[in-house]
């Protein structure tokens, strides 16, 4: 498990390359492998706004396509005054990739930390069970 401030750094720097055109509201993952690799990633929108990849989704996506599928923890980074929230799409992809109790840690511009959990985030979630 990282540190409160070291996954906040990494999940912060991870936003500074969000491309962010439409909403200018950049957010950065950090996605800790077992091994204590850090896949990052970062918001990218699209003109056509429905195509936008979330910075949590980007993360995952990273890591898989560099072939990790084992993971820690993640932070997620926001400008906000208050932590930021994953959206609906992003908890469903955390949750193919990890075990309910992973902790997610959910950052403002800040530092402020809430820490919750995969499970906690999307309870009863959808399984592929054939
Ligand atoms: N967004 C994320 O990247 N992660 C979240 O947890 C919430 C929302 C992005 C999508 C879009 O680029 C911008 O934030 C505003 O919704």
């Not at 997620?76 to 949750?95: F, K, N």
């Not at 109790?101 to 985030?121: A, H, I, N, R, Y």
């Amino acid at each position: 498990m990282l540190e409160d401030t070291e996954l906040f750094k990494q999940a912060r720097e991870a936003s500074a390359t969000a491309y962010v055109p439409y909403s200018n509201f950049p957010v950065g993952a950090a996605l800790v492998t077992k091994n204590g690799q850090v896949f990052q990633g970062c918001n990218i929108e699209n003109a056509s706004f429905g195509l936008t990849n979330c910075a949590e989704r980007t993360a995952i996506f990273n890591a898989v396509s560099s072939g990790v599928k084992t993971f820690e923890m993640i932070g997620i980074y926001g400008e906000t005054d208050e932590p930021i929230s994953p959206c609906g799409a992003c908890r469903q992809v955390l949750t193919e990739f990890c075990p309910d109790e992973m902790p997610v840690w959910l950052f403002s511009k800040t530092g402020d930390v809430k820490k919750t959990t995969v499970g906690e985030l999307l309870p009863y979630h959808f399984k592929n069970l054939t």
